[in-house]
């Protein structure tokens, strides 16, 4: 079997593997949000961090929940960075937001944030802070899910069928379940473009 071939297989293996009850959780819990006129603060770092700006589009337009991600705001994130310190970015981002009970935060990670690691920690305490402040918390990972896995009210982790190709399926599945709560008849309340063409 050629690379390409092998690399397909994983993808359909991640399909049959991930866990459709928790999908259906999670399209409720962010239903919930919308109904109680919430918002959805969506964040990712590197590749999910474009992630999140995709998703961000698609659940204001297809869904009509007020979502937002602070990484598309590159000004207030560098001038964090710089000024106060990555760690803290995307908490202190949410503070200035006024995070609440009613909103939701979803994390987009292949890892979901490792304190001791010293990786995205900047997603954990995010994290921390929305537990803090009783906002709903969502999680798209991959690994073993790392912090966010453990604190989320929901969390799909994306099942690691060869550990050498972790944060490519990591990240493309993002674009999957993604795009499967934007589809979901709990969320969508527009067509799609090409869908509403005859």
């Known amino acids: 079997m050629s690379f390409s071939s092998d690399f397909l297989e994983e993808a359909k293996k991640i399909i049959s593997l991930l866990d459709v009850d928790k999908l259906e959780r999670m399209a409720g819990l962010l239903a919930d949000i919308r109904n109680r006129k919430g918002r959805l603060f969506i964040l990712g770092v590197g590749g999910s961090a474009a992630s999140a700006s995709h998703a961000v589009n698609d659940f204001r337009k297809i869904c009509g929940i007020q979502a937002y991600a602070p990484?598309?705001?590159?000004?207030e994130l560098t001038a964090r960075t710089n000024d106060e310190g990555w760690d803290t970015v995307f908490s202190e981002w949410l503070k200035v937001s006024s995070l609440s009970s009613l909103d939701g935060v979803l994390v987009l990670s292949v890892g979901g944030g490792n304190v001791e690691k010293n990786v995205s920690p900047n997603l954990v305490k995010a994290l921390e802070y929305a537990?803090?402040?009783?906002?709903?918390?969502?999680?798209?990972?991959?690994?073993?899910?790392g912090f966010a896995a453990k604190v989320a009210d929901e969390c799909i982790?994306?099942?690691?069928?060869?550990?050498?190709?972790?944060?490519?399926?990591t990240e493309a599945f993002h674009g999957i379940v993604q795009h499967l709560l934007v589809s979901h008849p709990v969320l969508k309340s527009k067509s799609t473009m090409w869908e509403s063409l005859k």
């Open 71 to 75: 990484t598309d705001n590159v000004s």
């Open 131 to 145: 537990k803090k402040v009783k906002a709903c918390a969502l999680g798209i990972v991959g690994r073993d899910g």
């Open 157 to 169: 982790i994306i099942p690691t069928v060869n550990s050498s190709h972790i944060t490519p399926h």
